[in-house]
């Protein structure tokens, strides 16, 4: 309805152009109104003027009574038809113009006409049109006295040109008027089937282009400007779509990568309130909140110091920490500010460094066990290359002694240097196939583990015992799980305090062969047990024998890993554990 009444405004136009035609044609017959009255006024003047000297010709002949020289006159014929007579008071028509046309006489009879014989006036004229003759009539009149009798002298002409020139032109007006209206006619029927219907179906198309419908189908008319219009709003309309499109995409991008980030993103307004944040910040700060929803939630209080500092140009970081799910997280923020729209923003980056504070600490740990296992085993060797150079292997008991200490501590440097290796170099192995393994033997395993670990152990005074044990061959690299399995008794040997440890291997119901350990030691706090398979950690005890390096666990783990398995621990403080080492039957 609105659109119907903002277009209907354009119909102003032909339909002034139609007023303008009219008025035009009024005006103009009001002019030739006018001049009409000018041109009989002129003819009235004319008459008078001929008649005047009429009459005086008159009153010479009748004053002479040669009245057969009027009569001749009067018979005479012009080119336009006149009607005269002389009429005598009281004694009637004097002389008339013989001839005369029946129609024309017939006007002298008329009543105004008639008024004009019975009025006093000296002179009276008389412009009329006839419908009968379609002519204009002009009746002139004029008293005259002579020898003492009153004559009336009246004349009677018939003024064709005229009444012509008025008909042609008021044909040619009507017949421009018809054709003034006939074109506004047709101007106004063009507009609406060519222009005001197909813009009404074109707008109608680019409202619901406007309103979020871009795959609405937009209305083409077959001809006309609109056409070419329509044209146009169809090639903006479909870069439209590709714009769009892009923008649309470039955004799920930009979307995708800040929630793929592991850092955390907050976009704060002025007011303090987040307008965006991706699905790290949400889980970090907003785990109730879906990160897709609409609505700005209050900015973090942690943040809102740091974002009141960051008023100017330049990054502002600064460190603290948060509790997040009975965690405490150290967070490294950097926020900056800017200004859109008038508005100041402040866009926050927060990285979570509290892996990398304990990854350090493990490295530091690490780098201090390390140098304790390094600085024992090259104290003893330097010690006993000081007692040779000093003349012991002049005595037979020294040199001995001296052999014996240079050969257990450079085993013992050599094998904590092994594990560091064989570390490295599982953590960037990739898992192995079927032909990277040869078929492999549980119970050769096993045996083999014993025999190795069976002198620390007995040094230790604790009992290793083989348990059940499957036959079930399956693919493997033996060495590898070998010494998984003397990690993992060596680890029970020197931290678990106990008197006996189990070796066992069964079948799970997945189909994996379980490698299981089982102390009945001190047992492993519950805290620990999603961190002793890390790299470096170690967990301080009182009942440990030994310290370690932190390397022995993460190597069985990775051990586990290359083999398509998995590593397990269960344990209760003071009731021992169970280190399961899953390895697939199959690849």
Known sequence: MKTARK?????????????????????????LANFQNAYFREVADETRRNNYFLVRFCKEQIETGNLDKLRRLFRSRGPQPVIAKIIARGRGTLIETADVPDYLAEHLRSPQVKGMFRSNQPEDVLVKYDQTLQSFMVYHSIHFKTDGQDYLLLTAAKCSSMT????????????LTLLGLLSTAVLIAYFCCLIRSPLNRLFASMSKIAAGELESPIYIPRHGLVREI??????????????????????????????????????????????RCNRTACALFYPRIDPGSSGAPECPEELRQLIQKTDGPGIRTEEFRVRHDDKELQLLANAVSFTRNGDRYVLVSITDLSEIRKLEAYRTEFIAAISHEMKTPLTGIIG???????????????????????????????TLLQNFLTLNSLENMRRGTEKDFLPVQPQAIIRSALEVCRPAAEAAGIELVAGECCNLEFPGDSLLLQQALNNLIINAVLHSGTNRIEISVTITPDRHLDFCVRDYGCGIASEHLDRIFKRFYRIPSRHTRQSGNGIGLAIVKHIARYHGGSVAVTSRPGEGSSFHLLIPCSM
């Open 7 to 31: 277009d209907s405004v354009l119909l102003f136009i032909p339909a002034l152009i139609g007023i303008i035609i009219v008025v035009s044609v009024v005006l103009l017959d009001i002019q």
């Open 164 to 175: 012509m020139l008025m008909r042609q032109t008021r044909r040619s007006m009507i017949m």
């Open 230 to 275: 329509a044209l146009c709003l169809q090639s903006l309309t479909e870069q439209l779509k590709k714009q769009i499109i892009s923008l649309r995409d470039g955004a799920n991008e930009r979307e995708a990568i800040l929630d793929a980030m592991t850092e955390a993103i907050l976009l704060v307004n002025s007011k303090g309130r987040v307008e």
């Open 384 to 414: 006993a290359i000081d007692a040779i150079n000093n003349g012991a292997l002049e005595h037979q008991e020294y040199k001995e002694r001296c052999i014996q200490t240079l050969t257990l501590q450079s085993e013992r440097l050599h």
